[in-house]
């Protein structure tokens, strides 16, 4: 049996990878906040004292960009330090650590997809916080996979998906922003690309560590994004049509990266990944949704 220890259960890749069939030979760990606070030595310290674990995945995260211009210290904890205290929890343990990480530590000035090792410039205090999360895990952790992915989508939480679709219930035109390109990613791909990679290094200690990037296959403005929302949500007959603008027609509290597109041959190389088109991945959330009649702006 093994026992794996999830951060960050109630976020959007956090509760695919508790939904995950994991299989009877493991035990997940997930426990809440309240239970465990990964920014306090003492409350991780008690938790690794309690319990073995064999391995780590953190999907912990202080995911408001805008709110991290004013909240720095905040955005440092949850993304620096709390990742330097599971890292070193797990160095002591000997055992592996997934890291989650993001396309904000890029300035998104290149024109192609990022890679791996290209160099890195976040243009915010969360996407510095983020970079600041990968450098104190490389540091601490003799195992570790930094995992980065973007615009990550879901049935759960609020996103970008679900701010639309509940839009679009009352209002006929959206100002979408058009010149901002990324990769479209469902958080249960997502979680199974980390659930293959864990598989991988408890199966094998010698599994290939470092930094990978995972998003689903293909690019999309926010504009095409929200109108291919709106088209699938509507089998073929939008209700809202997505207008296109620029990024300074709608000013936000940080700069985002007008290209968020991740490269992702190193991770199908080295853990035999093919990331799905995202298109597919959208339709499977909407459905989701709608099977679930759950309320597509609803907070969880």
């Not at 674990?53 to 709110?67: E, K, L, Q």
């Not at 968020?260 to 949704?289: G, H, N, Q, Y």
Request: negative net charge; charged residues 20%.
């Amino acid at each position: 049996m093994k026992t794996l220890l999830i951060t960050g259960g109630a976020g959007q890749i956090g509760a695919e990878l508790r939904r995950l069939d994991w299989g009877a030979n493991f035990r997940i760990v997930a426990p809440t906040r309240a239970e465990l606070d990964i920014t306090s030595s003492q409350n991780v310290a008690a938790l690794f004292s309690s319990q073995a674990f064999d391995g780590v995945i953190n999907a912990s995260a202080y995911t408001s960009v805008d709110r991290a211009e004013d909240e720095a210290a905040a955005a440092f904890a949850a993304n620096a330090l709390g990742p330097a205290l599971l890292a070193d929890a797990c160095r002591r343990a000997t055992i592996p650590l997934i890291h989650i990480s993001t396309d904000y530590v890029f300035a998104g000035d290149k024109t192609a997809p990022y890679v791996e090792d290209d160099a890195v410039g976040p243009l915010g205090v969360y996407g510095a916080s983020k970079l600041a999360g990968e450098l104190a895990v490389q540091s601490a952790a003799p195992r570790w996979v930094i995992l980065r992915t973007a615009w990550v989508l879901s049935a759960h939480r609020i996103n970008f998906l679900k701010t639309m679709l509940r839009l679009s219930r009352t209002c006929l035109e959206i100002d979408v922003v058009n010149d901002q390109i990324g990769c479209p990613t469902g958080a249960t791909d997502v979680a199974r690309v980390i659930k293959t990679i864990m598989e991988a290094h408890l199966t094998n200690p010698a599994a290939p560590v470092g930094i990978y990037h995972f998003v689903n296959d293909g690019e999309a403005s926010w504009c095409d994004l929200a109108s291919a929302i709106f088209a699938l949500d509507g089998d073929g007959a939008p209700r809202a049509v997505a207008r296109p603008i620029t990024t300074d027609q709608y000013p936000t509290a940080a700069r985002r990266p007008a290209n968020s597109r991740l490269a992702t041959a190193k991770i199908s190389r080295d853990f035999a990944v093919t990331p799905r088109p995202w298109r597919r991945a959208v339709a499977d959330i909407i459905a989701e949704l709608h099977a679930g009649e759950q309320h597509p702006g609803a907070a969880e």
